[in-house]
């Protein structure tokens, strides 16, 4: 393996992955029960059932809740991060991210756009309910990695920081 713990950035970035994790654990069902929330209050407001919109609200709210629990060890922690072992495979994650966040935006308004245009005429209002929901999952997505690339790239001033409070 290369890169492996002898480059001084590990810790820095093992801090910065420890962190990721943590977010992730919660961040991704949120945005689920977000995007459930969205959907089933087009649905409300349209006159149709909920029922999907707030099956995925709850759903995601309890994975979110769970993630949170499941993470409460390593997010107070002040044991020392486990060194990233595979500095060239985060380097990359750092450079290919913007790549990704547009490809989950592009692919989103596709979507979206598809929808729009495939619907019969007169038959939008019974698809406004999963737009909503199209475009609450890339943005949430998109907004879930910036941040985890966010982390990546300022992991040694996160590490110090981490270094004062220990």
Known sequence: MTGMATDPRATAF????????????????AVLAISGAVHAGLALVLGQSPELGLFMAILGAVFA??????????????????????????????????????????????????????????????????L????????GVAAGLAYTRRLMTNSAELYARWLERR
């Open 14 to 29: 093992g801090l910065a992955q420890r962190r990721s994790w943590v977010f992730s654990a919660w961040w991704y069902p």
């Open 65 to 130: 809740s769970l993630g949170w629990v499941v993470t409460v060890w390593p997010r107070f922690t002040r044991k020392a991060p486990k060194p990233a072992s595979d500095i060239p495979r985060v380097e990359q994650g750092i450079r290919i991210t913007p790549g990704m966040i547009r490809t989950f935006l592009i692919a989103g308004a596709l979507g979206i756009a598809a929808l729009v245009l495939f619907t019969p005429k007169g038959g939008w209002p019974e698809t406004l309910p999963i």
């Open 132 to 139: 909503g929901m199209l475009m609450t999952l890339p943005l």
